[in-house]
């Protein structure tokens, strides 16, 4: 399991998040994913509006 240094990790959604494909990577959904699970917290930061990203959160699980 993951040993976590910090509980929480904030990321930015477009050019970080969101790859130039409009996607989110399979890789990237795993780290989150065992970030959650260890019981950390995880963020997005982004100047869209949240109906302008809840479908790509919602594919990304």
């Known amino acids: 399991m993951l040993k976590l240094n910090y509980p ?6 477009d050019g970080t998040l969101l790859r130039s494909d409009n996607k989110i990577s399979q890789h990237t959904r795993d780290v989150i994913q065992e970030l959650i699970k ?24």
């Not at 929480?8 to 959604?13: L, M, N, T």
């Open 38 to 61: 260890a019981g950390g917290s995880f963020f997005i930061a982004t100047g869209r509006m949240h109906c302008a990203i809840i479908n790509h959160l919602e594919d990304a699980g």
């Open 8 to 13: 929480v990790a904030v990321s930015d959604f």
